[in-house]
């Protein structure tokens, strides 16, 4: 039994890296638009077993955002460091395609250098990735995340946004 498990189950490791852009995001209660985009970088940790993945994810992501009620003026670009943490669950499907979801348990926004000024909330997500070969995939994930406390408790109102994820990909199976 141990020795057709392990043909099927795979420990997997997959580094990624990318571009990521809001689509669409807004401070609730203040009628304010915020636009972001820049570099992401992060990997997932799991388990593969026959046509299944499940597991954990990290990234870090270098934005500039325009629109923050931090910056002087909505027209000035501000530095944010995003770090995401969460689950994911999904499918290997046939011709190389990959589907998954994932839910975000930590979402920081960081607006400054000592990480005295952030937001922080939670997320969900989708995506779908093509393995070019066993060992690198291109993926496009949208996620949708809500800040919505401070460092002085619950905030006034919720900043939502939704963003696109390009990234590419490296899965490895450490003991295959």
Known sequence: ?????????????????????????????????????GTDSGARLGWSFKNLMVGIFGDYSWL?????????????????????????????????????GEYLFYVRDSYDMNDLLFNEGTGWGGAIGYLFNPKIAVNLEYRNITLNKNPYGTMPYNIVSQELLLTISFPIYPFN
């Open 1 to 37: 039994m141990a020795l057709s498990q392990s043909a099927f189950s795979q420990f997997l490791i997959e580094p990624y890296a990318g571009w990521a852009t809001s689509i669409s995001g807004n401070y609730e209660g203040n009628n304010t638009s915020l636009s972001y985009s």
């Open 64 to 100: 500039y955002e325009k629109g923050s009620p931090y910056a002087a003026s909505t027209t000035i670009n501000i530095p944010v460091n995003r770090y995401n943490g969460g689950v994911f669950l999904g499918a290997n499907l046939n011709g190389g395609f990959r589907l998954w």
